[in-house]
C-alpha cells in the first residue's frame, strides 16, 4: 500500500499471535521466538497501521480497532433509536400526540447528530 496523501512507499506494523510455552512468558526475546516450541498463529490484520517512510510526511493510515468501533457507534445508534422509539410510544399511549411528534424530532436530531 501507498501513502494515501503522498504516495510514497509505506512500512507496515500488524499485531501477531503466536504460541509459546507458558515458561517463556517473560522471556520472549528475538531468540526465543526462533525456538521450535513458538509458533506463529495468525496476523490480526484489522489492526494494521500503515506508516509513511517519507521523512517530510510520516503519515500513519490506521485501521487499528475499526471493527470494534463501528460495533460500538452501532449499538450506541441502536440503544438510541430504541430509547427514541420508547419515548414516542409512551406519549403516543397517552394520547398526546404533540408530545409523540416532539419526542419524534429530539429523537431524530440526536440521532442525525450521532450519525
Known amino acids: 500500500m501507498n501513502c494515501p496523501k503522498c504516495g510514497s512507499v509505506t512500512r507496515t506494523q500488524v499485531q ?3 504460541s509459546a ?3 517463556m512468558n517473560h ?3 528475538k ?3 526462533r525456538s521450535k516450541d513458538v ?3 495468525a ?3 484489522e489492526t494494521a497501521d500503515f506508516i509513511c517512510t517519507n521523512v517530510e510526511c510520516q503519515y500513519i493510515h490506521t485501521r487499528y480497532g475499526n471493527y470494534v468501533t463501528r460495533l460500538a457507534k452501532e ?3 441502536l440503544l438510541a433509536v430504541a430509547e427514541a422509539a420508547g ?3 409512551e406519549a403516543w399511549e397517552r394520547g398526546d400526540l404533540a408530545g409523540a411528534v416532539r419526542s419524534l424530532d429530539v429523537a431524530l436530531d440526536q440521532l442525525e447528530k450521532q450519525t
Open 39 to 41: 509458533y506463529f498463529m
Open 43 to 45: 496476523v490480526l490484520w
Open 27 to 29: 522471556r520472549l526475546s
Open 16 to 18: 501477531a499471535v503466536i
Open 87 to 89: 419515548k414516542v410510544l
Open 31 to 33: 531468540r526465543n521466538l
Open 21 to 23: 510455552p507458558g515458561e
Open 75 to 77: 449499538n450506541k445508534h
